[in-house]
């Protein structure tokens, strides 16, 4: 299944879906779009603030766009990291509504459709085939996929990489509980769902 406008069935899926808020080191934000462009500039604080405070998704990632320059020299090499992280924080903290659209998509792949972007989605072509690195729907399958894990765990660590900072702290673990699937009293219906599916390597 596709997903192009967040006000569609599954548009939450979409990082610029707006009403899955999260909270790090007793900071809240309002969206994934927002941390994951935020972290961008581990070094200017100032910067991540003023992304941070924006009241969409969409602004969060537009008012990044000029400070560009200022991102870490590192960036291209860690974003699919930065993003994973992003959505496991997406996900652990609005378990019932992110968690049952995952759910609801088991058994089918996940493409994010794009009009320009080729990496984070794919872009139709003359016969109505998506082409791109859907890198953004692959990290939801592999998320989807985690899912019963959540089940077993109780906190959630960040990402190993250095100098990982929101306001120039440095990024701690993240405790939460989740005691069952969305939609599901049973994990194990969902686990066996889950084992049936193919996983996909973006490295």
């Known amino acids: 299944m596709s997903f192009r406008k967040t006000k569609e069935d599954f548009g939450g899926l979409s990082n610029m879906a707006a009403g899955f ?3 790090i080191n007793n900071v809240k934000i309002k969206s994934s779009e927002a941390l994951y462009q935020a972290l961008r500039f581990t ?9 941070i405070a924006q009241n969409s ?6 008012k990044s766009k000029k ?9 291209n090499d860690i974003r699919i990291l930065i993003m994973r ?3 496991r924080i997406k996900l652990i903290q609005n378990w019932e509504s992110f968690g049952g659209l995952l759910v609801e998509t088991i058994g089918r792949d996940i ?8 990496f984070w989605g794919a872009i139709p072509i003359e016969d109505h085939t998506l082409v791109g690195v859907n890198a953004l729907g692959r990290l939801l399958m592999e998320l989807r996929d985690e899912m019963p894990n959540y089940l077993k765990s109780k906190e959630l660590s960040p990402p190993k990489i ?6 120039g702290n440095e990024i701690g673990c993240i405790s939460f509980s989740i005691t069952e699937m969305p939609f599901a009293n049973d994990a194990d219906v969902i686990q066996k769902k889950i084992e049936n599916l193919t996983i996909f390597d973006i490295n």
């Open 21 to 23: 808020p999260i909270k």
């Open 43 to 51: 070094e200017y604080p100032e910067i991540q603030s003023e992304i």
């Open 57 to 62: 998704p969409m602004t969060a990632k537009m």
């Open 67 to 75: 400070y560009r320059q200022y991102s870490r020299q590192d960036w």
């Open 85 to 87: 992280w992003c959505l």
């Open 111 to 118: 493409v994010e459709e794009s009009v320009k972007d080729k």
């Open 162 to 167: 250095s100098n990982l900072k929101l306001f």
